[in-house]
């Protein structure tokens, strides 16, 4: 999509959130966050948002896979926290030509050996493409993910 600005349209929206707030004063957080997702998707371009969706998809099937290399402590550890899930856990991946993770961020997930595991789990993706050549990177990611309580 040629001519897209990320400044251009944070200053649109800040345009109109002004203008709406002027008329409003009661609306509330989640509306105006609501909104300002809303906004953001709709700047964003399709093919971004595209890839985006697949990425998510490849990261959950990959954490998933039970024969998966080092899963098993992970596995473990949800299973013993009372959700049996993981996350929500913001992950940022810098993808390169080949759709391999040249590198990768996580805020972690308040364990210091299962934010390891993560690490080497999730830099092991290799993904279907690389991201669009236009896409800025890193791709950032919100990661939520359960495991089946274990077997007794």
Not at 65 to 70: F, N, S, V
Not at 79 to 89: K, N
Request: zero cysteines.
């Amino acid at each position: 999509m040629s001519g897209f600005s990320w400044n251009e349209a944070f200053h649109s929206l800040g345009q109109q959130l002004r203008a709406m707030r002027r008329r409003s004063s009661q609306v509330g957080a989640a509306a105006w966050l609501g909104l300002l997702a809303a906004h953001a998707a709709a700047q964003t371009p399709l093919h971004w948002q595209n890839y985006a969706s697949q990425a998510s998809q490849t990261v959950h099937a990959h954490i998933q896979q039970m024969d998966l290399p080092g899963a098993e402590p992970l596995r473990a550890w949800a299973q013993s926290r009372p959700d049996h899930a993981v996350g929500p856990l913001r992950a940022s991946f810098w993808i390169d030509g080949k759709g391999r993770v040249s590198r990768l961020e996580l805020d972690g997930v308040g364990d210091p050996d299962m934010d390891r595991q993560l690490q080497v789990l999730l830099g092991q993706l290799v993904f279907a493409h690389a991201p669009p050549l236009d896409m800025p990177q890193p791709l950032r990611l919100q990661l939520y993910w359960q495991y089946p309580e274990a077997p007794q």
